[in-house]
């Protein structure tokens, strides 16, 4: 039981490249969850996918994309990166989006834009 | 608007000492509130939940309290080890399970 994995762990991308950070969740949970956090910060919502089928933006969601492919993986896209995304990428995952369920985070993906 | 303060920024304690930190926050609406601890290069992992109807709730040497009354809420950790070495983060949650999530206070136990 590998709980919520993420690939990459580092990735550098250069300002206009496009890539996908890939998330997936074992433990059969509904919803699904995509966060940045970056220094002096608390983790920002980008995008959420409440169940399969579904995704919904978050509150900094400018810049990227969404898919959720199955109940199991949900992937975020960089179309053309910008310095500002240099981050730290979290993927997490919850039974459900309503009420107090436990989210469940990943490793996290440290994305460099230069 | 809703945010989240959360004190001290950092501390530094002695290990077997304990610590108390403090969450202050503005949500609307209120559900529930969680305190997390992440480790340097680590995904958060959740400590405690409690819904707004909870005054403490305890896991281990670690004991939340929340008044949302006066919303806020304290992490108290008793009797600390070198591994309580990491940042803790508080973060309630509003409807849907929206979270607010605090910048966190930075706590090093020194043995």
């Known amino acids: 039981n590998a709980g919520v994995t993420q690939t990459p762990k580092f990735q550098v991308l250069k300002t206009g490249q496009s890539m996908t950070l890939q998330c997936a969740q074992d433990m059969n949970h509904n919803s699904m969850y995509w966060y940045r956090q970056d220094p002096g910060m608390g983790l920002r919502l980008i995008y959420y996918s409440a169940s399969e089928g579904t995704t919904d933006k978050g509150e900094v969601p400018n810049g990227y994309n969404v898919s959720r492919l199955n109940k199991r993986e949900f992937s975020l896209r960089l179309e053309s990166a910008a310095p500002s995304q240099t981050s730290v990428y979290f993927c997490a995952s919850s039974k459900e989006r309503g009420g107090p369920y436990e989210q469940y985070f990943g490793p996290g993906t440290r994305l460099t834009v230069t | ?111």
Not at chain 2, 47 to 66: D, P, V
Not at chain 2, 78 to 95: E, V
Request: overall charge positive; some cysteine; glycine content about 8%.
């Open chain 2, 1 to 111: 608007k809703n945010q989240v303060e959360q004190s001290p920024q950092s501390l530094i304690i002695l290990e077997g000492k304990n610590c108390t930190l403090q969450c202050n926050y503005t949500v609307s609406p209120f559900s529930n509130l969680r305190w997390y601890k992440q480790d340097t290069g680590r995904g958060p992992v959740s400590l405690t939940i409690m819904t707004f109807s909870e005054n403490t709730k305890s896991n281990g040497r670690y004991t939340a309290t929340l008044d949302a009354d006066t919303k806020q809420s304290s992490l108290h950790i008793t009797a600390s080890q070198l591994s309580d070495s990491a940042s803790y983060i508080c973060a309630p949650g509003g409807g849907y399970n929206k979270l607010i999530f605090g910048a966190g206070t930075r706590l090093a136990v020194h043995p």
